[in-house]
Nanobody, 119 residues
Framework: QVQLVESGGGLVQAGGSLRLSCAASGRSFSSNIMGWYRQAPGKQRELVASISSGASTNYADSVKGRFSISRDNAKNTMYLQMNSLKPEDTAVYYC?????????????WGQGTQVTVSS
């Protein structure tokens, strides 16, 4: 079965850095779009960054210039390097994989990893 496992979250001070990892298993996702979402208390889950099979990337305006998404298809793993962290980055971060097609979309999610940034 497909499984996504995030790691790397934790507590850091503002201005610090964290590197999140998402290890996928069950099948290869080398041909799929992958991304990181986050959800803060009382807020809707939002897309942080995404990366295509060809390594094209997209970022939320709030993290541009600070976060960097990457993938290692040989390891079936995706990463999110987070620098210059701000308190407003505090959230549960989720790994996401898009599968299926636009008329029959299926989505896989990891369990989430907590990122807390202190001021």
């Amino acid at each position: 079965q497909v499984q996504l496992v995030e790691s790397g979250g934790g507590l850091v001070q503002a201005g610090g850095s964290l590197r999140l990892s998402c290890a996928a298993s069950g099948r290869s996702f080398s041909s799929n779009i992958m991304g990181w979402y986050r959800q803060a208390p009382g807020k809707q889950r939002e897309l942080v960054a995404s990366i295509s099979s060809g390594a094209s990337t997209n970022y939320a305006d709030s993290v541009k210039g600070r976060f960097s998404i990457s993938r290692d298809n040989a390891k079936n793993t995706m990463y999110l390097q987070m620098n210059s962290l701000k308190p407003e980055d505090t959230a549960v971060y989720y790994c996401n994989v898009r599968d299926g097609n636009p008329w029959n979309r299926i989505v896989y999610w990891g369990q989430g990893t907590q990122v807390t940034v202190s001021s």
